[in-house]
């Protein structure tokens, strides 16, 4: 066949017909067991009393799994170890999984979740990005700054400046199937898992640590998904670990799914960005210096917010040469969900910073958009300069040329 000619995706039959097998379409022995969160309804606070005993007493109910019965408790992270699976005393975030329901039924598990009796201290919660640098709420001592060159002296001296701020608010994946996990125990104590995830080789690590077993005794399977954009690189840890958990406390096969309230509530999204900006021009609108200050709300804990907010620091310049710049990045510790990878992985909000710079720069000089970003591509900006463009940088380091400092 020719390279030329359109080639019909591998399974495209099966999806226009409905055929293709999702992970809740699998089918699962008939005595399946099914699980369910019971969640927090508070953003930030303390587990003064927590009573399961109507929860237990539930039509369907088999089991339910509080803090005190993990121990230790499994850690859900793709890279701090600050996720656990139930909250285990003091509450992060509206919607933090406090206990578990093992039930016959999604229905049964769903209906018992609601039915715990549950005693808090509920004390201030850090929301937004003005409460997180009021307290100093942030993830790392300070700031990461990237720099090259005086940027603050080339604004100063610039014939035009400019200088503003752009809010990018959070974005919800909203993939068509939710996150879904089945555990399936084996002899000798092995487990397999069907998992709705992007990452299946965390999923297999994450469930072998929980278990306690080497990775080689925990086998995960992906067929397909549908839909996912970042949403089930690290959130379907959580679901996986559960059922595996289960699984082996019941020696039943252990589903689970979020509705999709539950998803939406559970879940972390794309990062919100506030960015601060200054920059200086020639009277072309050629740039002469930029300045960013990106502000990251990265919800309770780490999840993939470092790496994500490197990211918007790599692509402030999109596709213009800054022949002098400076980026500072703040990465804010909030009481709301884990923000997580989302398609771009922090691309898009530094792409929209420097944006916004050419069209601040176009309508302070009165000039066409299209030109100044013209203008300044990276070819035609650093050859008028008589520089030399640095190669474009893939990673979360600085590019050539780019020193770092906290």
């Not at 700054?145 to 005086?150: L, S």
């Not at 929980?210 to 990775?215: D, E, H, S, W």
């Not at 709300?297 to 400076?326: E, I, K, Q, T």
Request: proline letters at 7%.
């Amino acid at each position: 066949m020719s390279v030329t000619r359109p080639l019909p995706h591998d399974a495209a039959h099966l999806h226009v017909t409905g055929a293709a097998r999702y992970l809740d379409d699998i089918p699962a022995p008939a005595n399946t067991l099914h699980l369910a969160f019971g969640l927090s309804q508070i953003a930030h606070g303390r587990i003064v009393a927590m009573d399961l005993s109507a929860v237990r007493a539930a039509p369907g109910v088999v089991a339910v799994l509080g803090p005190d019965d993990l121990d230790p408790m499994p850690d859900c992270s793709p890279s701090a170890h600050d996720e656990p699976l139930l909250a285990p005393g003091e509450i992060s975030y509206c919607g933090q999984p406090l206990f578990l329901v093992i039930a016959e039924s999604h229905l049964a598990a769903r209906k018992a979740a609601r039915q715990a009796e549950i005693r808090h201290e509920e004390w201030p919660a850090i929301l937004t990005i003005d409460q997180a640098l009021a307290a100093n709420s942030r993830f790392e001592d300070g700031p990461q700054i990237w720099e090259r060159g005086d940027a603050a002296a080339a604004i100063a001296g610039a014939a035009h400046r400019v200088e503003g701020a752009i809010e990018i608010g959070g974005q919800e994946h909203f993939y068509l199937e939710g996150q879904a996990a089945l555990a399936l125990p084996q002899e000798g104590g092995d487990m397999v898992l069907h998992a709705s995830t992007q990452h299946p080789s965390e999923i297999q690590h994450k469930v072998a640590d929980a278990l306690g077993l080497p990775m080689h005794a925990v086998r995960v399977e992906v067929r397909r998904m549908g839909g996912a954009f970042g949403g089930k690189e690290s959130q379907g840890n959580a679901l996986a670990i559960a059922c595996a958990l289960a699984a082996r406390a019941t020696g039943r096969p252990c589903r689970m799914r979020y509705d999709r309230d539950d998803d939406m509530v559970i879940t972390g999204k794309r990062h919100d960005f506030r960015i601060h900006y200054r920059a200086g021009a020639d009277g072309e609108g050629r740039l002469t210096g930029v300045e960013f200050v990106q502000y990251a709300r990265c919800g309770w804990a780490r999840d993939l917010s470092l790496p994500v907010a490197d990211r918007a620091m790599l692509h402030a310049d999109n596709a213009y040469f800054l022949p002098a710049v400076r980026i500072e990045s703040h990465r804010l510790k909030t009481h709301t969900q884990s923000a997580t990878a989302f398609r771009g992985f922090g691309g898009p909000q530094g792409m929209v910073g420097i944006e916004r710079v050419m069209d601040h720069i176009a309508h302070a000089l009165g000039r066409d958009p299209l030109e100044i970003r013209r203008l300044n591509y990276y070819d035609s900006a650093a050859e008028a300069g008589g520089l030399s463009a640095p190669p474009p940088s893939s990673g979360s380091a600085p590019p050539a040329g780019i020193s770092a400092k906290k």
